[in-house]
């Protein structure tokens, strides 16, 4: 008897009692690669849609189910669930977008795995976003480009709260319960600069733990650049250049190396895997 063979894509979707994928996955994630309607969950359960839409013209006929870390990462109103399965073996290059140059901050995320995140905030010089240079009040300043505009203001209004804390003199920087997802959703979106990847499949693979979103954050907000900000309204705040700047030897460095606010820990439930 042959054996169940793994597709090569890197991540598999099951729709369960559909035909296809919901059309609001479709709207958000782009389309799907490859489908087979009709197919058991497991081969040995009820009926569903499994699809792909990493690798076009991937054979599902068969697939080696244990090969994938399967999440039920949705529920919809009329109980049919969303499975996303990610495969054992997934590596962050095999994600990689070839069309962008890769720049960034390597932060290990929770799987343990080192992944490149870009830095978004425009006024950094690091800046990954690609962009454009105008005359802005006799200054000429760069403004990213219109597509990449709501995800720089988000880490720019992220980079702001970090100031606003510092010079509160506050040594913690804590976020409401309604804004852990916000957070979530803004690595994801600088980690898919760089990869082919969603906040379902980001999930499945294990990226997210209150133990790396301070990392990731710094990264993506370029907190050094942040300090030489705050070092600035510091000196002006009080007269005094010198005795409220932190070290200015930073060579070698990491952007998440910072000494800034520490966050209160996000927390997330899981959602149920099958057992």
């Known amino acids: 008897m042959s054996q ?3 597709s ?27 489908m087979q309607p009709g197919r058991q969950w497991q081969d040995t359960g009820g009926k569903g849609c499994l699809a792909t839409r990493h690798t076009p013209g991937a054979s599902l006929d068969q697939v080696d189910w244990k090969a994938y870390r399967w999440t039920r990462v949705s529920l919809d109103d009329d109980q049919r669930a969303t499975w996303v399965g990610a495969r054992n073996d997934v590596m962050p ?4 977008n070839h069309e962008t140059d890769g720049r960034g901050v390597p932060v290990t995320l929770a799987d343990g795995q080192s992944w490149r995140l870009p830095v978004l905030d425009i006024r950094s010089p690091d800046c990954c976003l690609p962009s454009q240079d105008f005359l802005i009040d006799g200054e000429w300043r760069p403004v990213p480009r219109q597509e990449y505009k709501p995800l720089s203001d988000r880490a720019m209004s992220l980079a702001g709260k970090f100031r606003e ?4 003199g506050a040594n913690t920087f804590r976020w409401g319960d309604d804004e852990d997802e916000q957070i979530r959703e803004l690595i994801v979106d600088a980690l898919s600069i760089h ?3 969603n906040v379902y499949e ?3 693979l294990g990226l997210f733990s209150s133990e790396v979103y ?4 710094c990264a993506i907000i370029d907190w050094r650049a942040t300090r030489e900000l705050i070092t600035a309204l510091l000196a002006e705040q009080e ?5 409220a700047n932190p070290s200015e030897d930073t060579a070698g460095t990491s952007n998440t190396d910072c000494g800034a606010p520490a966050f209160s820990r996000l927390t997330s439930q899981p959602a149920p895997t099958p057992g």
């Not at 007269?239 to 005795?243: A, D, L, R, Y």
């Open 195 to 197: 990869y082919n990847l």
């Open 93 to 96: 290059e095999e994600l990689r």
């Open 165 to 168: 804390a510092i010079l509160r």
């Open 239 to 243: 007269g005094n250049g010198g005795t």
């Open 8 to 34: 090569p894509s890197p991540f598999l979707y099951w729709f369960e009692r559909r035909q296809m994928p919901p059309q609001h996955l479709v709207n958000r994630f782009g389309k799907f690669r490859a």
């Open 4 to 6: 169940p063979l793994p």
């Open 214 to 217: 301070y990392d990731a954050v």
């Open 202 to 204: 980001a999930s499945a």
